[in-house]
């Protein structure tokens, strides 16, 4: 799952569940970068109905190496020897076909279980670039200031790069 960072706030902010997960196994791919499949056991519920604690959980999780070859992709890859050491996650889940799906790929692995989150999300995280310079005001004559800005500069530029090859050339 290739998000760009609002979007992975977003996902995360509208997650049925907010949980830690102990780590029972992790079955990692056999080649990098793939998806490793968790399973473990819901052990906090931060946000979600109180009584899934204990609840058998499975999920995915993207990984890589550190000497995987990867174009750049906005995939948040988690390192498969620090997964398969993890004994416990915080992950943020949707239910999905009778079991669980991971839903924003945005995992942290802890030591221990936290009384807290870890991961805390806000709206203004969750806003589009362009949203938040507007203070969460949305305004589209914004995005066309943005444009024309960009569009002028390009001209000039391009006026520039004439000038100076004619310039170059006599």
Not at 111 to 136: I, K, N, S
Not at 157 to 168: I, P, Y
Request: glycine fraction near 6%; aromatic fraction near 8%; include cysteine.
């Amino acid at each position: 799952m290739a998000l760009p960072p609002h979007e992975y706030a977003r996902a995360a902010l509208d997650a049925e569940l907010h949980v830690q997960v102990t780590v029972d196994r992790v079955e990692l791919p056999p080649a990098t970068p793939g998806e490793a499949v968790v399973t473990g056991h819901i052990a906090r519920v931060f946000r979600g109905s109180p009584s899934l604690c204990s609840t058998p959980v499975s999920f995915s999780v993207p990984v890589c190496r550190e000497d995987d070859v990867m174009a750049p992709c906005g995939t948040i890859w988690t390192l498969p020897e620090m997964l398969k050491q993890a004994p416990v996650m915080e992950v943020f889940l949707d239910s999905h076909e009778g079991g669980f799906r991971n839903a924003s790929y945005d995992n942290h692995l802890l030591e221990a279980l936290t009384d807290a989150p870890m991961r805390v999300y806000t709206e203004e995280m969750a806003r589009e670039p362009v949203q938040r310079r507007t203070a969460g005001r949305y305004d589209p004559r914004e995005e066309r200031r943005e444009l024309l800005l960009y569009g002028a500069l390009s001209i000039i530029g391009l006026a520039v790069f004439c000038w100076a090859l004619v310039r170059w050339s006599s």
